[in-house]
């Protein structure tokens, strides 16, 4: 089976520690989970990204297109339209899983292949992530100790993992292989993601107001 992840991490990236530190408890919550399920730890989570930078690259896009899932992590940052990198790593995502989906059977496509997870904001989640299966993390403090030890988020993260497990087996059940062209995979420019970006972040709303 070519997918060498089951999950990609798309997140804002932090300067503060709590926000750094968020990120981590999840990767960590999320790699237990995983392990336990597939045999090894297969999340994929950028740390060498510039903060606030654009830069994507082709190691970035091939592991987005090897991965099962992604796992967005939504705060109302997370669609700015000064700094895309998230928004090209969602539409990305969404054009594989439009390809991909159709390979599988009805009812395989339930909720699809991007798995929000709402931290802040839950109130400005975008309508079309709304439909997707969805975790509202949005009562998370950093004083809650791990998640991958806290009843609620722990059993919420384990939910999540029988689904991207049920999704690699019915995968891994196809003729066809899903990740053949991953080797030239690449993500949208900012011009060609820019006017529905524009659209979406009306959602958000940024701070300051711009």
């Known amino acids: 089976m070519p997918f060498k992840y089951a999950c990609f991490i798309s997140y804002r990236r932090g300067a503060e520690d709590m926000a750094k530190e968020m990120i981590a408890d999840l990767h960590d919550a999320l790699a237990g989970e995983i392990e336990l399920a597939f ?19 082709d190691a970035l896009a091939r592991a987005l297109c090897q991965s099962v899932c992604m796992i967005l992590v939504f705060t109302r940052a997370y669609f700015d339209q000064n700094r895309t990198y998230c928004a090209r790593e969602y539409k990305a995502m969404e054009k594989l899983e439009q390809e991909r989906l159709q390979l599988l059977p009805p009812e395989k496509r339930l909720h699809g292949l991007i798995i929000p997870i709402v931290f802040r904001g839950i109130n400005y989640l975008p309508q079309e ?3 997707r299966l969805c975790l509202n993390f949005d009562r998370y403090l950093g004083s809650d100790g791990p998640m991958r030890r806290h009843p609620y988020y722990a059993s919420e993260i384990r939910k999540v993992v029988e689904y991207m497990e049920n999704l690699y087996t019915a995968f891994a059940n196809l003729a066809i292989d899903p ?6 995979f690449s ?20 701070f300051p107001l711009r």
Do not use: Y
């Open 179 to 184: 990740c053949e062209q991953c080797e030239h």
């Open 187 to 206: 993500f949208p420019t900012e011009e060609e993601i820019r006017p529905w970006l524009e659209n979406i972040s009306h959602e958000t709303i940024p």
């Open 39 to 57: 045999g090894t730890n297969a999340v994929f989570r950028d740390e060498t990204r510039l903060h606030g930078g654009d830069f994507l690259n």
């Open 129 to 131: 992530l709304k439909q």
